[in-house]
């Protein structure tokens, strides 16, 4: 279960500082440089960590 609620994902999306933030079982929300945000998933293929991710329309 994730540990990230809806206000806390818009909070974080709201202020714009570009990082990453881990709602657990490799999944972490992006905040780029310019305050785009997207979820990612983080696997491996192959012994290589790979990343899966979806934009957010905001």
Do not use: F
């Not at 609620?5 to 570009?18: A, D, M, Q, S």
């Not at 881990?22 to 960590?49: E, I």
Request: glycine letters at 18%; proline letters at 3%.
């Amino acid at each position: 279960m994730g540990s990230l609620t809806t206000k806390t994902v818009e909070k974080i999306v709201r202020t714009g500082l570009p990082g990453m933030t881990n709602d657990g079982d490799g999944l972490y929300l992006r905040v780029g440089p310019t305050g785009g945000a997207s979820w990612l998933y983080r696997y491996k293929l192959s012994g290589k960590g790979r990343y899966m991710g979806q934009s957010l329309c905001t």
